[in-house]
């Protein structure tokens, strides 16, 4: 992960601009249980996870980054997003983008060999992005309803398709046969690998924490639940979520033209993915956060 400096005023802006994606909608102490009905154990976990990151996971990743430099760190990352590319590649299949699928293909084996096992990116350069796909998404696609949100141990930010792809994920993992076939070796090395990857992306959300806890003005548990349940969205609907009102589809009366505008309410608790056509022209959002939550990093200050 680059650490360059980067510039407080493009931070604010990523963060200024989820808050008010987030604080679109508003609804009713009623509406809010509805749609969060595990909201006391999700708010529980999430004060877990808060405190296993400060006392854990956060001080190793700040160690992490006094022991390396910025050539290390972009390797490391580098390394973890090729392996991820295998999964991408299947998911784009199983969600019938062949054309991404051969780019996302095209990435590993490049970067593999060219790359020196996924070290350095060379298929950057050669204007082969970095895709972000994931089972969790596939299951949006086909149609699978999100299901209520979650927050769950450890990996944080959820909701059971999110968690079924989850285990979808780790089928995927060439890590995972490491460790199952590997025996006592593989295991260890499976381990370690993961340690080093989870440490690796903690420390390169580091320079965002402190604007984002600031941003959320005390309330960080909604915040985190809005801006992840819309981010998957996006992700799933490759940037056009469906039910948004376009300000420029209301007429001069202040009335929505379009015929979607009268069903807004019926539609507000609707936390499910219809299948999408399968030969959309709109191209995928290119991105290169790996993760299931999401990624208020700001962008690096150009040179």
């Known amino acids: 992960m680059n650490r360059r400096k980067t510039s407080n005023i ?14 679109c909608a508003t609804t009713t102490p009623k509406e809010a249980v509805e749609m969060d009905p595990w909201q006391g154990w999700n708010k529980g976990t999430q004060s877990f996870n808060d405190s296993f990151d400060k006392h854990i996971l956060k001080p190793v990743a700040v160690g992490y980054l006094h022991v390396t430099n910025s050539a290390v760190d972009k390797g490391v990352t580098n390394f973890f997003s090729n392996i991820n590319d ?10 019938l ?3 991404q699928g051969g780019m996302d293909i095209s990435r590993f084996l490049i970067n593999t060999t060219a790359g020196v096992g996924g070290i350095f990116d060379w298929a950057n350069e050669i204007d082969l992005p970095k ?7 596939t299951l949006g696609y ?4 999100a299901g209520p949100y979650l927050v769950l141990p450890f990996f944080g930010a959820s909701t059971p398709r999110d968690t079924v792809g989850l285990l979808g994920d780790a089928f995927l993992d060439p890590l995972t046969y490491v460790s199952i076939f590997g025996g006592l070796a593989g295991n260890i090395a499976t381990i370690g690998t993961s340690a080093l990857d989870v440490t ?9 924490e402190k604007v984002v806890n600031e941003a959320t003005d005390g309330n960080r548990y909604d915040f985190i639940k809005n801006s992840y349940l819309q981010h998957r969205e996006y992700l799933i609907h490759d940037g056009n979520p469906p039910n948004e ?8 009366s202040g009335g929505d033209s379009s015929d979607d505008a009268g069903n807004g309410s019926e539609n507000k608790n609707d936390n499910s993915a219809k299948p999408m056509p399968p030969n959309s022209n709109k191209q995928p959002p290119v991105q290169n956060n790996i993760r299931h939550d999401l990624d208020l990093k700001a962008p690096d200050e150009k040179q």
């Open 200 to 208: 690796d992306y903690r420390a390169g959300v580091m320079s965002s």
């Open 245 to 252: 009102i376009d300000p420029l589809d209301v007429d001069e």
């Open 131 to 137: 895709h972000n796909e994931d089972f969790g998404q």
């Open 97 to 99: 983008k062949l054309l």
């Open 10 to 23: 493009k931070l604010l802006l990523v963060c200024f601009a989820a808050m008010a994606i987030t604080g």
């Open 142 to 145: 086909w149609g699978v309803p």
């Open 86 to 95: 295998i999964g991408v590649t299947i998911n784009d299949i199983l969600q």
